[in-house]
């Protein structure tokens, strides 16, 4: 299953955006408060509860700076399933997004694919709002 968040206009270069996502700490910045609980990081990882009590964690897998940064599912998430944030340099600013690749059943995905996809795109505003 394949999700891709809206592209959003960020006011900064690729790089800062790039260096911000890096460490997993500033993550924290970008989730929903109201549907998140338990969030832990290091400079590499995250993980944290969302609604329902689910634990999902983020493991840093590479990147090819400053355009995409790539997180996997660590060994808490319910599936495998992998992040890449795309950040293109549009003149004086960025477009960001997010494309979430996991290995889903067909049952599952009914579940999660809104969730996943109101998630992705609340972290896509997120991150065009804390650049402002």
């Known amino acids: 299953m394949i999700i891709e968040s809206t592209k959003v206009d960020v006011s900064?270069?690729?790089?800062t955006i790039y260096n911000f996502l890096k460490d997993a700490n500033n993550l924290i910045h970008l989730?929903?408060?109201d549907n998140?609980?338990?969030f832990k990081a290091t400079e590499s990882e995250c993980s944290f509860k969302v609604q329902g009590g689910v634990?999902?964690?983020l493991v840093q897998n590479g990147g090819e700076e400053p355009n995409k940064l790539f997180l996997k599912s660590g060994e808490k998430s319910p599936f495998p399933f992998?992040?890449?944030i795309h950040?293109?340099?549009t003149g004086e600013k960025?477009?960001?997004f997010i494309v979430f690749d996991g290995e889903v059943n067909a049952f599952l995905k009914m579940m999660?694919?809104?969730p996943l996809t109101n998630l992705f795109n609340y972290m896509s505003n997120k991150l065009q709002a804390y650049f402002e």
Do not use: Q, Y
């Open 82 to 84: 992998t992040l890449t």
């Open 112 to 114: 999660v694919e809104k």
């Open 55 to 57: 634990t999902i964690t």
């Open 94 to 96: 960025s477009t960001g």
């Open 87 to 89: 950040i293109v340099e």
């Open 31 to 33: 989730l929903p408060k």
């Open 36 to 38: 998140v609980s338990d």
């Open 12 to 15: 900064t270069t690729p790089s």
